[in-house]
């Protein structure tokens, strides 16, 4: 069984919901981790603040950031085990992320570290 990380990308970042809605969201998320936990099929995963993040450039250049250039934001994620890339895109499906207009949950294959780049 693999690995698959799935990364919850917010259109923009910068819209603020109400309290409420947070809480109803939050609520979501774990019922829908739970539900994954249950399976037995949930590795890890936390949420990302936007705000106290830098950017670090070549050359030692370091920004406040990801802002400015792009709206899009990545709130989270989570790390599956999943038997194929379907397994843990089914698990995408449900994501209470979705629910937001623009919002995407990019899924992708954790490489094993076996020594092959």
Request: glycine share 10%.
């Amino acid at each position: 069984m693999d690995e698959y990380i799935l990364i919850f990308r917010h259109e923009d970042g910068q819209k603020i919901a109400s309290p409420e809605q947070i809480q109803i969201w939050m609520k979501q998320t774990m019922d829908w981790i739970g539900g994954i936990a249950a399976q037995n099929k949930f590795s890890s995963g936390t949420g990302l603040p936007f705000d106290d993040a830098k950017v670090v450039k070549a050359n030692n250049v370091v920004t406040n950031g990801p802002f400015g250039d792009i709206k899009e934001t990545i709130g989270g994620f989570i790390i599956v085990k999943a038997e194929s890339v379907d397994e843990a895109v089914e698990f995408a499906k449900d994501c209470p992320i979705l629910q937001g207009e623009g919002n995407t949950v990019e899924v992708r294959k954790i490489a094993k570290n076996d020594g092959v780049h």
